[in-house]
Every structure is written in structure tokens, then in C-alpha cells.
């Protein structure tokens, strides 16, 4: 019996300490979930999820799931009326019933926001539209996905990738 456990013993302190040492459940940086894009010409830094695509513009940052069905758009405009700016591009997209939230804070500023659903190739999408007014310049957040799974990206994609936002 003491033989028994004393071999347990050693057992759990031997598994212990490789896994200590060896640390086998560790994600290496290979495998990392998000990664980040900066966009010097409009100041910006963001982090997104793996697999998704980034294309930064003079005015413009766009990030794209590999479908380009769910899409986050930031662009730097010269400085206007947010409140106006937010129903022109509801307009412009075609948001039908759009609503205005409560104003929210991230990258520490202000943003209005807007939102509704549309049509985009024949499928029906929700969007978000924030904006916020930062160094003389007019800030606008776009985030689109097909309605079905609009609260899904919301949760996992586009909550975590405003809190990253960084504007300078």
C-alpha cells in the first residue's frame, strides 16, 4: 500500500514537472486568434480576427471575413456634422428603419450611432454606423453582416475589435 502510493506520488510529481518545463498546452504566436493592422495615413490600429482581411486606404481601413460577407469599416472624412454625416450614410446604404442608439465610447471618444437593416446583393444585412469627431476629422465606423448572424459577429468580432481600436 505505501509502495502504491508513493509510486502515485512520484507519478504526479514527475507529470507535474513536465508539464511545468515542457508546457504542452501552450499556444504558441503561430496559432494567436487576432492580429492587428495600423493605417498611418488615418491613424489607426485595430485588431481583428485570424483569417480576415485588411485593406488600408489615404482615407480608409477595411477589414473582411474571407467571404466578404461581414465587413468593418473605418474611414477618416474632413470634419462635418456627425449627426448629419449618420443619416447620409444610412441613406447611402440603404438602411430601412434606422434607429439611433445611445451614444457609446471606445478608442476614448464619443460615437453616435445608427442603425438598421438593408439589402446587399439580394440578401438581407444588418449594420452599425458610428461616428465621432477626433483631431479636426470626421470618424466613421461601419460594421455590416447578414442579419441571421449579425448579434454572432457583434459578440465575437466587432465589440472586441472597437475595444482595440486605437486612434492618434
Not at 498611418?40 to 485593406?55: D, E, F, H, L, R
Request: overall charge neutral.
Amino acid at each position: 500500500m505505501i509502495a502504491a502510493a508513493a509510486l502515485v506520488v512520484i507519478l504526479l510529481i514527475a507529470i507535474g514537472s513536465w508539464m511545468a518545463l515542457a508546457q504542452p498546452f501552450a499556444l504558441s504566436a503561430d496559432t494567436n486568434p487576432v492580429q492587428t493592422t495600423s493605417n498611418t495615413a488615418i491613424g489607426s490600429t485595430v485588431t481583428y480576427p485570424a483569417g480576415w482581411n485588411a485593406k488600408n486606404t489615404s482615407t480608409t481601413a477595411t477589414l473582411a471575413d474571407s467571404s466578404n460577407t461581414a465587413q468593418i469599416v473605418l474611414v477618416q472624412a474632413a470634419t462635418g456634422d456627425p449627426a448629419k454625416y449618420l443619416q447620409q450614410q444610412a441613406t447611402t446604404m440603404g438602411i430601412t428603419g434606422a434607429k439611433a442608439g445611445a451614444p457609446i465610447t471606445f478608442a476614448g471618444q464619443n460615437w453616435q450611432q445608427i442603425s438598421g437593416d438593408f439589402q446587399l446583393a439580394g440578401a438581407s444585412y444588418t449594420g452599425t454606423i458610428y461616428t465621432t469627431t477626433y483631431n479636426n476629422h470626421l470618424y466613421t465606423w461601419k460594421q455590416i453582416a447578414p442579419k441571421n448572424v449579425f448579434q454572432d459577429e457583434e459578440r465575437l468580432v466587432f465589440a472586441p475589435a472597437r475595444a482595440s481600436l486605437h486612434l492618434r
